[in-house]
């Protein structure tokens, strides 16, 4: 079973549609993060947590929120989606804060 | 900007070539670590560096880092068509208050057969 998972794997909802993208991990890292990847572009940091009480901001946190239920989870909320949102989603985990990330397959989520 | 920024954008090789691709990033780091993308994919992790080593190997892949030059190159010898896809520098800061890793925006890599 893989590591890090990520359901859906992919979406496609409304403008103004409330979604949540769950994420899942069974490496024991207390370090998790979200990313953003749109069509030819790296990754940007959206919020990353150390652990379950410590969420921070990445560089584009605007229309998103999360929440760490858990050691293992990681769920991140797009509370009125809105079509410049449609990227692609992905999860990771690491052991440090600076160190090798392990990243879910991905989630594709199209808002139209 | 990005703090990490790979070149070339593309590459094309023939199988069998070597590929290079280049890393800049822009102040001090704790680390560089090289990722592969295939295509839709989640990254996974190729190789880390840390900013007092200079050359590091893995199988096919060797890494350089110039901490003078703030740059990084990655070499792929004897590239085969399974290496086809988008490769990702990313940068671990020695800023504390940035405590997670910031990705270039990759090179991609086409390995024709």
């Known amino acids: 079973d893989a590591d890090v998972t990520q359901t859906p794997r992919n979406r496609i909802t409304k403008t103004g549609k409330r979604i949540m993208l769950e994420c899942s991990q069974t490496?024991?890292?207390?370090?998790m993060y979200w990313y953003r990847q749109d069509p030819g572009l790296g990754l940007r940091l959206i919020y990353y947590s150390f652990d379950v009480k410590d969420i921070n901001k990445g560089e584009i946190s605007d229309g998103y929120s999360v929440s760490r239920q858990a050691q293992a989870k990681f769920s991140l909320s797009l509370e009125s989606a809105i079509p410049n949102q449609t990227a692609l989603y992905f999860c990771?985990?690491?052991?440090?804060?600076?160190?090798?990330?392990?990243f879910g397959p991905g989630t594709r989520l199209t808002v139209l | 900007s990005q703090q990490g920024e790979e070149d070339p954008q593309a590459l094309s090789i023939q199988e069998g070539e070597n590929a290079t691709m280049n890393c800049s990033y822009k102040?001090?780091?704790?680390?560089l670590q090289w990722y592969r993308q295939n295509s839709g994919r989640g990254l996974v992790h190729l190789i880390l560096i840390r900013s007092n080593e200079r050359e590091k190997h893995s199988g096919r892949l060797r890494v350089t880092l110039d901490t003078s030059k703030k740059s990084s190159s990655l070499l792929i010898t004897a590239s085969r068509a399974a290496d086809t896809a988008s490769y990702f520098c990313?940068?671990?800061?020695?800023?504390?208050?940035?405590?997670?890793?910031?990705f270039g925006s990759g090179t991609r890599l086409q390995v024709q057969p």
């Open positions: 990771a985990t690491s052991g440090t804060g600076v160190g090798t990330q392990y």
């Open positions: 102040t001090s780091i704790n680390n």
């Open positions: 490496k024991g890292h207390d370090r």
């Open positions: 990313a940068t671990g800061l020695m800023d504390t208050g940035r405590r997670a890793l910031t």
